[in-house]
Nanobody, 132 residues
Framework: EVQLQASGGGLVQAGGSLRLSCAAS????????IGWFRQAPGKEREPVSL????????YYHDSVKGRFTISSDNAKKTVYLQMNSLKPEDTAVYYC?????????????????????????WGQGTQVTVSS
């Protein structure tokens, strides 16, 4: 059984930094995609940043490019999202998510429209609040 354990998040002032972590267990190999979605009040859930650990392919939402960095520790099956220069509009519940080959394909081809349906596993959400 695949499980995703997310940690991090919290309250920070605009311009500050936070780091999210997501530890995955239950995957038999490194052939999976993993990363973060977020959902703000009244808005749809959107992909923020995802990675394919086996080949290093990464996806970033346009709004976080240059500010967020996703990385993975394959030995620990843990993915990290370093969030710098945070803005109030980054405020949302952040969800760790993972999936198989369909999600990997979406990451490699940078196809955000299909990512939410390509997710097979969701972790618990963690709140990120950025004050102005």
């Amino acid at each position: 059984e695949v499980q995703l354990q997310a940690s991090g998040g919290g309250l920070v002032q605009a311009g500050g930094s936070l780091r999210l972590s997501c530890a995955a267990s239950g995957f038999a190999s490194d052939d999976y995609g993993i990363g973060w979605f977020r959902q703000a009040p009244g808005k749809e859930r959107e992909p923020v940043s995802l990675i394919s650990p086996s080949d290093g392919s990464k996806y970033y939402h346009d709004s976080v490019k240059g500010r967020f960095t996703i990385s993975s520790d394959n030995a620990k099956k843990t993915v990290y999202l370093q969030m710098n220069s945070l803005k109030p509009e980054d405020t949302a519940v952040y969800y760790c998510a993972a999936g198989g080959y369909r999600l990997i394909h979406a990451i490699v081809t940078k196809s955000p429209r299909s990512m939410h349906v390509d997710v097979d596993y969701w972790g618990q959400g963690t709140q990120v609040t950025v004050s102005s």
